[in-house]
């Protein structure tokens, strides 16, 4: 008899054991299905606190955005107004006046540090020329005075140096007076 009573003893605990497990098994389920509802919860909770979040951000941007373009206009129009200035300044006449007598001035003093000869120094250099040219043209040319001997004739000819004319004393001058520009630039 002592057998039987172990049985029917191992058959409870048997029972109570799998019963355990079906109830631990069970909470388990019921923990998660807490969860998912409170999962849930929590997702429509972080989706509502997204949606304010870029509500907010959107806010600040376009204020953001309208700052710097009312920076820019005020800018703009600053700009505007220093360039008509600027505008009517230069279309003043005697402040043109002015610039120009000082922007030729400098211009100038460069030229004479670059050792560039001015218009008015070509304009010299040309009436001494004409002077020049003027009298060999009206000086008398000389009779050739008669030779004692005729030597005797060689095959060769020699040139005979002419008096330059004034075009080609002018082209020799234009050629000077260019490469005298050119070594001073």
Excluded: C, W, Y
């Amino acid at each position: 008899m002592a057998g039987k009573k172990r049985n029917t003893k191992q058959k409870v605990s048997d029972k109570k054991v799998t019963e355990q497990f079906e109830d631990a098994f069970l909470a388990g389920l019921g923990a998660l299905s807490n969860a998912q509802k409170a999962g849930a919860k929590t997702f429509d909770s972080l989706v509502k606190q997204g949606e304010t979040f870029r509500k907010k951000a959107t806010k600040r941007t376009e204020a953001l955005i309208d700052d710097v373009q009312d920076a820019i206009r005020e800018m703009n129009d600053d700009a505007q107004s220093k360039a008509t200035g600027l505008l009517d300044q230069v279309r003043d006449k005697s402040n043109l006046k002015k610039l120009n007598s000082v922007f030729d001035s400098r211009v100038a003093g460069t030229m004479d540090r670059l050792h560039v000869p001015s218009k008015n120094d070509v304009d010299a250099i040309n009436k001494k020329l004409n002077k020049i040219l003027k009298l060999l043209e009206d000086k008398p040319k000389a009779k050739a005075a008669p030779k004692a001997k005729a030597a005797p004739k060689a095959k060769a000819t020699r040139k005979v140096a002419k008096t330059p004319t004034r075009k080609a004393v002018s082209k020799t001058v234009k050629k000077t007076v260019s490469k005298t520009a050119r070594k001073a630039a």
